[in-house]
């Protein structure tokens, strides 16, 4: 099948315009949402119940303003989303697992005054703490509240202005270039930014998607989509792609209830699933028989897909793709397809980005990916400036990653800040860890630099791996033609590598542990 164009100019309308054309050409009695609840919602209800709480939620903000977002990956979350579209307010989508500190920090970057809970998602997370930080000065609404307050009239308000949304959307809509959401980088790398994504930037980047991946995806899908809003790829990929091409979305509220998900995926026969490389294979191992056989597809990101986790998978015919991408590009840039894969790879990059090479030094094979596109963000929240936001500029973003790109493929090589440099060579730690895999396939590693007074860094294996030895690693480098350099100088065995909310790797965290413990190696 050919390749469906991308249509730039076509994507510059908001993200509740871009739901009421789906509506438009797919009809509002298509099922929209289900989550655990089992009580799915059409089109129609959502845009429904997206007037009638952002009509309340408009009486408690001001035009435009960024509005908290403290909700798990249920229905009422989406509808949360698209009643602050609807009347031109700001989602900031937080991060319930960041911690108190990190909570905090966020509110005040994007100057939050207001803070959408619920009190249930507060008591079954025990997240007290948290909202006592939170309300510091601000005002927490709770949804259940909000509900006792819908009366009569808001309810026949809101069924006769679902007849005509779109003229009550014109009254408050927000331009495509101004900000839709804002998101908050998981800090691997150093303290988390607040990123500002337009709406011409998601609904770009979710049609973007589904033109690239064309033969592949269609409405009778069914996405089961377990990660969180607050995580780009939850957000984008795992409902907005959907969403706004006329599929269901099966909601879960976390990704880490192994044995649940496959049993929703199995009961909701859900067609594609979204996923790291850690999830994947907690749900192949407590999936039960047939649990996951309607899984056509898996699209993963955020970190490598072992080949280990292609294997437990294999029994249920499903194809794994690789695919990649930052918040900063709303988030995917790339991704596999059935029609054009290539193994090692995170596959070609979407249409409409631009992409260059920028050269790093010691480094002989690939270069630092600069991009730009109608996905690329509108820019940093500025924590010198308040409501500042600093765009990226000439419209291209440093993802900060060292890649490889051949016949359109694009292969990462690695962070560029998970580069060492031992005797004068640059070494990615990335590599070093495929390599390490490669003799323990089923555990995780994490590949650490260390300052050293004499080679300038020393590398120190993060691993959980119980025996693991250096032996081992010595005689692997040797037979896959590795350097002696690559070997790692010492070993820390830990029971858990720690890892984000999103299910990335804290590499932050790893370091501090083998830092810590650096005396004992």
Request: include cysteine; charged fraction near 20%.
């Amino acid at each position: 099948m050919a390749a469906t164009s991308f249509d730039a100019a076509g994507a510059r309308i908001t993200l509740f315009r871009a739901l009421l054309q789906t509506i438009a050409r797919h009809g509002k009695g298509r099922i929209a949402l289900e989550d655990p609840e089992r009580q799915p919602i059409t089109y129609g209800r959502l845009v429904l119940g997206a007037l009638v709480l952002g009509r309340k939620l408009a009486a408690l903000t001001a035009p435009k303003e960024q509005v908290g977002v403290l909700l798990p990956n249920m229905q009422g979350m989406a509808v949360t989303l698209f009643s602050l579209f609807a009347y031109g307010r700001v989602p900031a989508l937080l991060n319930f697992t960041a911690g108190v500190r990190n909570l905090r920090a966020a509110a005040e970057l994007a100057q939050l005054k207001t803070i959408v809970t619920s009190r249930r998602f507060v008591d079954q997370g025990k997240l007290d703490d948290e909202i006592a930080a939170l309300g510091e000065g601000r005002r927490v609404v709770y949804l259940e509240d909000v509900r006792k307050q819908i009366t009569s009239f808001d309810k026949a308000l809101g069924a006769l202005q679902s007849l005509v949304p779109g003229l009550v959307h014109r009254s408050f809509e927000a331009q495509p270039d101004d900000t839709a959401v804002i998101l908050f980088t998981s800090g691997t790398e150093g303290k988390p930014k607040g990123v500002a994504l337009s709406h011409a930037n998601i609904v770009s980047n979710a049609r973007q998607v589904f033109a690239h991946a064309t033969g592949a995806i269609s409405e009778r899908d069914v996405f089961m989509n377990p990660l969180p809003a607050f995580h780009s790829f939850g957000l984008t990929a795992g409902l907005m792609v959907p969403l706004l091409h006329g599929m269901k979305v099966v909601l879960y509220p976390s990704p880490l209830h192994y044995k649940q998900v496959p049993k929703l995926i199995g009961d909701m026969k859900a067609t594609f699933l979204l996923a790291t490389d850690t999830f994947l294979q907690g749900y192949a191992r407590a999936a039960e028989k047939d649990d996951l056989s309607s899984v056509r597809y898996v699209v993963a990101g955020a970190e490598r897909v072992k080949a280990e986790t292609k294997r437990m998978w294999e029994p249920y015919g499903t194809t794994i793709l690789e695919g990649y991408g930052c918040t900063e590009c709303s988030p995917v840039l790339a991704v596999n397809t059935p029609a054009a894969i290539r193994e090692g790879t995170v596959g070609k990059l979407l249409p409409g980005i631009e992409a260059k090479l920028e050269p790093v030094e010691g480094i002989h094979e690939g270069g630092r990916l600069t991009v730009r596109g109608p996905n690329v963000m509108a820019g940093y929240l500025d924590p010198e400036t308040p409501g500042r936001i600093i765009p990226p500029e000439g419209g291209w973003h440093d993802t900060g990653d060292i890649v490889v790109i051949e016949d359109g493929f694009v292969a990462i090589r690695g962070r560029a800040k998970r580069f060492a440099k031992l005797g004068g060579e640059m070494v990615s730690l990335a590599a070093v860890e495929t390599m390490v895999a490669k003799v323990w396939p089923d555990q995780n590693h994490v590949v650490v630099a260390l300052p050293d007074a004499r080679k300038g860094e020393q590398l120190v294996l993060v691993t959980e791996t119980p025996d693991a030895d250096r032996a081992a690693l010595q005689e692997a480098a040797k037979q896959q033609g590795f350097p002696e350099l690559w070997v790692p100088r010492a070993i820390l065995v830990t029971q858990a590598i720690p890892v984000l909310g999103n299910g990335k790797i804290d590499y932050g965290s790893t370091r501090e542990l083998a830092a810590s413990r650096r005396s004992l190696l």
